[in-house]
Structure formats: C-alpha cells, structure tokens
C-alpha cells in the first residue's frame, strides 16, 4: 500500500474511535547476518478501542536507512 493511502485509512478508521490502548509483550527481534542493517521483530500486539479489541500476533521488518530504522513490513505472524 502507498504511504498516502495508508494514512488516510487509518485517519479514517480512528475519527469514530475515544480511545485507544496498545500493548505489546513477547516482543524478540533477530539480525539478519547477511543483511546487518535489517532487523525482524516478533510480537504480540493487544488492542483495545471504544469499539475494537483484539489480540494477535505480529511480524515488522526494519530496515536502517541513512542511519535511521524503517518499518518496510507489517503483518501477521
């Protein structure tokens, strides 16, 4: 999905929302020694909204770039 059209789904998706709370545990993350600026990061995400709440678990890839961390995937693991 392009950047734009992401943030503009997500705006859209939290106006109705009160408030929202996160949690993240079990959280690892693995270097990838071929790769030394990437980075794979396992975690379980708790969500909570005023009419949402769930619980799965989750999988990023981040990738350093100019010597800052980017997320270039997010999804479920």
């Given at each position: ?32 020694p071929e790769q030394p600026g990437m980075v794979?990061?396992?975690?379980e995400q708790d969500y909570s909204s005023n ?27």
């Open positions: 999905m392009v950047y734009s059209a992401w943030v503009k789904q997500k705006q859209q998706a939290n106006s109705a929302k009160s408030w929202i709370k996160i949690n993240l545990s079990n959280v690892s993350m693995f270097t990838y794979a990061v396992d975690f009419n949402l709440s769930n619980r799965m678990k989750k999988r990023q890839y981040w990738i350093k770039q100019d010597n800052h961390w980017k997320i270039i995937y997010e999804g479920a693991a």
